[in-house]
């Protein structure tokens, strides 16, 4: 066989070796889940977090962003926007229009408390935003520094009583859910405490360590790392019952302050003129995520508890919490 022939045959076999190629991808194309191959071709879905990443919010959102990929058959993306009390991410998201790949993974403070103290905001979340589904509620810890002699809350609060002014405590900033939350208690305990604003609750909780601060309230799950390691005290809990992360730590209300139930919540969020129909996917395909045992027991051990519903659920906690902060919040203003 002369060179030409032999050349002319190879050409032959490398095309039917190609095809055949194409075949077997076409056939494992054909064998992949049907969920698998229309999440590879459907549009990401952009899940905006108003906070940076490592805070309690981006780690909620991390958590259930894989599943709920999974029931709806595209990518979820966390994508961090912080700033300005968390209403840039929700700035975002209101003017997406009916954009359904924008949705806004929000803490409570920025929908309950920023209308509340904020002189100028670019949007009002509960007319400019679609309410989807809840996902959690939360609630903070009282920590003091572990070298102060209160055995407990009402040692600290008969000292307050006693020392005007000489208890200091930490906050992520003005009119944070844990400022306003220590404010609520010094009404509540007829005490007079003296707040210290920081850009973050990370900064408070050291110096709270340190001993530059008496106490703050923080969320129990970035609390809690502090709290077994020995570094801060625990002395109460902020829930209606006590947290199953922290069992022998006593509420609030078992310390003896009537009615203290102050907490938050994160919940989901959609652009205003997102479809009826989408919206229902995504109230659904929630509700399936927190349903799944691994979701809801690794949620539960970071501190929070499970809320689950609809954006009916959603608002009418929204409009009674907002409300609610209005009369604590009267004289604090943020620009």
């Known amino acids: 066989m002369n060179r030409s022939v ?16 194409l075949g077997a991808g076409a056939a494992i194309t054909a064998m992949l889940p049907n969920a698998a191959v229309a999440q590879a071709s459907a549009p990401p879905i952009r899940l905006i977090v108003g906070y940076p990443a490592g805070g309690p919010v981006d780690g909620a959102a991390r958590l259930i962003a894989p599943a709920l990929s999974r029931e709806l058959g595209a990518p979820v993306v966390v994508e961090n926007r912080p700033g ?13 229009g009916s954009d359904a790949t924008v949705l806004w993974f929000a803490a409570s403070p920025t929908v309950t408390i920023s209308p509340n103290v904020m002189r100028k905001m670019s949007f009002d979340p509960m007319r400019d935003l ?36 000489k208890v200091t405590f930490g906050s992520a900033g003005i009119g944070g859910s844990n400022h306003l939350a220590a404010e609520l208690l010094a009404v509540k305990t007829n005490t007079k405490m003296v707040h210290v604003p920081y850009k973050g609750n990370a900064p408070a909780m050291t110096d709270v360590i340190g001993g530059q601060l008496t106490m703050m309230f923080d969320i129990i799950s970035t609390a809690l790392p502090q709290i077994t390691s020995g570094r801060v005290r625990a002395i109460a809990v902020s829930s209606p019952s006590r947290n199953r992360s922290l069992p022998e730590v006593p509420t609030l209300i078992e310390a003896g302050v009537p009615g203290f139930d102050v907490g938050g919540w994160m919940a989901i969020y959609g652009p205003p003129a997102m479809a009826d129909a989408a919206a229902q996917r995504v109230t659904d395909a929630t509700q399936r995520v927190l349903a799944q045992a691994e979701i809801r027991n690794r949620l539960e051990e970071l501190g929070f508890t499970l809320w689950t519903g ?11 919490e907002r409300a609610m902060w209005a009369t604590v919040t009267q004289g604090i203003v943020i620009d």
């Open 6 to 21: 032999l050349a002319v045959w190879r050409q032959v076999l490398a095309v039917k070796a190609f095809t055949v190629v």
């Open 84 to 96: 300005a009390n968390a209403t840039l991410a929700g700035d975002l998201v209101a003017k997406a």
């Open 130 to 165: 679609r309410p989807l589904a809840p996902v959690v509620s939360y609630y903070n810890v009282l920590v003091i520094n572990r070298d102060l002699p209160f055995k407990g809350f009402n040692d600290l609060i008969a000292y307050a009583r006693a020392n005007p002014g």
């Open 310 to 320: 609809d954006g009916v659920t959603l608002t009418k906690r929204a409009v009674a």
